[in-house]
């Protein structure tokens, strides 16, 4: 079992999976996941049966009626049990077989914070609009001395280090968050490179020109 700057790590890793509206990609995230890593699946108000599609595939399932990225985050992180816990979005665009990748920085102490670094597999993967707010938001980091190029959806921390940071958004702003209170704290942070294709059904933040104006207001109030 690795060791880390904090002590022995448990077997298990906890990887909080937040979902609203993705039965469709669903089996395919799950069936990624590797062994040894326990997906709790945060419904976020889905009214396409995703959680009975999570739960009939062995997810763990949380319902979190408060709707906002950061609720559902919150949600899971606070049901994890594990001592590292992984984020990443439930719409295919990640592989979860990429999670091993950025957990392992974590694992052997050498970053607080690990971020998956988003590299498209092709064309339309990462929406244009949504790479111009990410790039904003990463200069706007660097001013803060904190040289990210993404804001990515695949992280992993300790649990109760986050749980410390005492995040504060329930919205889109949680991901800035996150990185911010965490640069505050002295955290080392860092990114890991992992592929990103297109997700499997329709986008209901980034995805979306509406969506990604409502991200970038919300992050604005992180800022």
Known sequence: MPRTLLGTVRDVIDV???VLDEARAIPLVLARVP?????????????????????????????EPRQGFGAACFAGLCEADA???????CDGSLDAADLPR???EVVDGDLD???GRRRPTEPGAWPWHARMANRALTLHLALRAVPLTDLGPMRAARRQALLDLAIR??????PLEMVVRAARAGWWIGEVP???????????????????????RDMAAVR
Do not use: C, Q
Request: glycine share 10%.
């Open 16 to 18: 909080v999976l937040p």
């Open 35 to 63: 062994e040894g890593y326990r997906p709790i699946v945060v419904d976020n108000g889905s009214r396409d049966g995703s959680a009975e599609v999570a739960r009939a595939l062995g997810a763990h399932v949380v319902h």
């Open 169 to 174: 958004d329930r919205r889109s702003g949680w």
């Open 113 to 115: 914070l690990a971020l």
């Open 83 to 89: 001592e590292i816990v992984a984020f990443m979005d």
């Open 102 to 104: 950025v957990v392992t």
């Open 194 to 216: 992992v592929p990103y294709a297109p997700r499997i059904g329709r986008s209901k933040v980034t995805g979306t020109v509406r969506g990604t104006v409502r991200a970038i």
